[in-house]
């Protein structure tokens, strides 16, 4: 029986998993975005994240646990100034998988994966506006009604900038 065994090898041996997972990770911290298969990127996905949280500690254990997985000074370096100082009030949730469609030559679906506070394309927060549901007679008049407004508030504005001077 196979209850509860839901880690992806990926096809691959122990040793060349965790390999892989390691260089994709240095990858990820030095680049902040790679391009991968999906499966590729849900593994990375479960393997990172816990080393950003051990990052938010900067102790000498956690250093060296963490780098015990990645085996490279540089990544760990970055790891533990720039991305944890980032991630410190983030309780979670540091990287993002956005698919982007299928590979050419064996149709595998690929993806790319990202660390969340460094984009800042997806970072800006627009407000939407609140929309409610309104019949048309109101929906044309509401616009006619701010148009109105609008040379009031400027002659306001006039009068004041005159009473100024």
């Known amino acids: 029986m196979r209850h ?54 900067d102790t000498t254990n956690s250093r060296r646990v963490v780098f015990s997985y990645l085996k490279d000074k540089y990544a760990v370096t970055e790891l533990f100034k720039e991305v944890s100082a980032k991630v410190a009030d983030r309780p979670g949730g540091y990287t993002r998988i956005i698919k982007t469609g299928f590979r050419a030559q064996d149709a595998a679906a690929m993806c790319f994966i990202e660390l969340v506070d460094y984009n800042e394309n997806m970072a800006k927060t627009e407000k939407k506006v609140k929309r409610t549901r309104r019949s048309k007679k109101a929906a044309e008049a509401a616009p006619a009604a701010e148009v109105a407004e609008t040379p009031a508030v400027e002659a306001e504005v006039v009068a004041e900038e005159k009473t100024a001077e």
């Open 4 to 57: 509860n065994k839901k880690f992806n090898h990926l096809s691959r041996t122990a040793s060349h998993r965790a390999a892989m997972l390691s260089n994709m990770a240095v990858s990820l911290i030095k680049h902040k975005r790679i391009t991968t298969t999906v499966a590729k990127a849900k593994a990375l996905k479960k393997y990172v994240e816990p080393l950003i949280t051990k990052s938010k500690q």
